[in-house]
């Protein structure tokens, strides 16, 4: 058993923080949760069902300094996932991203700097590599430049090689590669990264990123802009629709579960060592999306998945990534086989009426 902490947790009404938050308590820690319950994730007026009475519960927004400074006071360290996710729908989406994940990432680190808090675990994602690694038959390991609209329209959705503009084979971008963000949401959480370090050379602190993939599982945000394509998919198959599958179908993710994802959070806070370490968080399988949505409807018994060619821009073809490090050193590994997680979602998806877990006041 490791040493029992007392533990920081921004975010933790949101789909991956309720998981998070299970594990900390189960491993025996002492927990302060921190959300804002901003309406446009959360619907107005939500109250917070914890599922632990000694949980200390702290209603705000870590853009506010002093709040910042309440929260984290007497802490041993913090996991930061409080967040806006999702792609965003347009430009003017920008400011909020910047607002509620840099802005709010800086006070929060500048809180645990005046209180001489050191360990720091956040919530990073894939998406700050952008189109990762490709592999071209003439010149090797390339970085894809950014898809254009023109090709995207006339269905051409493989980024190519940005040498000859030849077919790429999909590479596992590892830890070290560099920083590529394609959209306001991924660019927030790159800047996130860079806050987090800084702070962590300053302070002699540690700070774990950890660069989830594509999160699924029980409490996933549905039927709202944050929903990720396996609720979307499993709430059309439920109305008796066909999931709507995007592009052709071939653009890869790697699915892994949210409590999968949970553990390697806590176990990142409880192990992490001084100074800064990024950590893919992958089952290291990846799928298409196209046999996820097949997956989903085998499940449900649904209609076989339509794929439209419809693309959002600012989409990344393959998210694709390396995860060794974390089971090297946290000594991690997925628990949760991709048949098995999938299956979970749609039996709850039929079990479950269709509302967030925070309980509605
Ligand atoms: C997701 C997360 C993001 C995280 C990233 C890490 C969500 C909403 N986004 O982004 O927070 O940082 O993983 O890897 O959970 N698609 C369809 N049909 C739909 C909707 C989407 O085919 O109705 C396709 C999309 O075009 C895309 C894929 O499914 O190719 C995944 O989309 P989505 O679930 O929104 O996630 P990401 O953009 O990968």
């Known amino acids: 058993m490791e040493t029992v902490m007392h533990v920081l947790l921004t975010g933790a009404a949101g789909f991956i923080g309720q998981h998070v938050l299970e594990q900390l308590l189960k491993r025996g820690h002492e927990v302060r949760v921190l959300d804002s319950l901003r309406p446009d994730v959360h619907r107005s ?38 967040a806006k996710v999702g792609l965003g729908v347009d430009l003017d989406d920008m400011p909020d991203y910047a607002s509620s994940n840099d802005l709010g990432t800086a006070e929060l680190l500048a809180g645990m700097a ?18 990762g690694f490709g592999y071209c038959a003439e010149h090797g390991a390339v970085r894809p430049g950014p898809r254009v609209e023109s090709a995207l329209a006339i269905g051409d959705f493989e980024p190519p090689c940005p040498v000859c503009g030849r077919g790429l084979a999909v590479g596992l971008v590892d830890e070290e590669t560099s920083f590529d963000p394609r959209n306001a949401y991924a660019t927030s959480k790159a800047a996130q990264e860079f806050y987090a370090a800084n702070w962590a050379r300053a302070t002699g602190g540690s700070a774990a990123m950890m660069r989830y993939h594509n999160v699924y599982g029980p409490g996933m945000p549905r039927d709202t802009p944050y929903a990720g394509v396996a609720s979307i998919f499993t709430s059309a198959l439920r109305r008796g629709e066909a999931p709507r599958v995007f592009e052709d179908g071939r653009q890869r993710r790697d699915f892994v579960h949210v409590r999968d994802v949970a553990a390697a959070t806590v176990l990142a806070c409880e192990r992490s060592q001084a100074g800064v370490r990024a950590y893919n968080v992958g089952s290291g399988t990846p799928r298409t999306v196209g046999d996820m949505a097949l997956a989903l409807a085998r499940a449900l018994d649904g209609p076989r998945p339509a794929v439209t060619g419809q693309y959002r821009l600012g989409d990344v073809r393959h998210i694709t990534a390396d995860s060794s490090r974390l089971r090297r050193e946290l000594g991690w590994s997925p628990a949760v086989d991709f048949a098995d997680g999938m299956a979970e979602l749609a039996a709850l998806s039929v079990a479950e009426p269709a509302r967030p877990r925070v309980a509605l006041g």
């Open 114 to 131: 005046r209180a001489g808090v050191s360990r720091l675990t956040l919530a990073s994602s894939m998406v700050v590599y952008g189109e």
């Open 45 to 82: 007026g939500a109250a917070w069902t914890l599922p632990h009475d000694g949980v200390e519960a702290l209603v705000g927004d870590v853009r506010d300094r002093d709040f910042v400074s309440r929260a984290v006071s007497g802490v041993d360290g913090v996991i930061h996932l409080a």
